[in-house]
């Protein structure tokens, strides 16, 4: 069996994703913490690689834009929250 580099891609990305969400069921990782939804982001966007670059499957690359969009979300919101409360009224 020989796999390509977006076969790995995938391969890699699920791994992230599954990992990520073992360490959140093992209270290890916290889901509004940066490296989840990192863990989250690349690993779905392994998945996409694999899916546009491989064999296509609409249902599955809707269910890793979705992920990977809501983990940019996360992360943005994150940011935002952080800076805000690091900003003291004058």
Do not use: C
């Amino acid at each position: 069996m020989n796999l390509f580099w977006h076969d790995w891609a995938g391969l890699i990305g699920v791994t992230l994703v599954l990992i990520a969400f073992f360490l959140l069921q093992a209270h290890k990782l916290s889901g509004q913490g940066y490296p989840y939804q990192v863990m989250n982001l690349l690993g779905a966007f392994g998945i996409l690689l694999s899916l546009i670059f491989g064999t296509f499957n609409l249902s599955a690359f809707l269910q890793e834009m979705a992920w990977f969009l809501i983990s940019v979300y996360g992360i943005v919101r994150g940011v935002r929250l952080r800076r805000a409360a690091t900003v003291i009224p004058p």
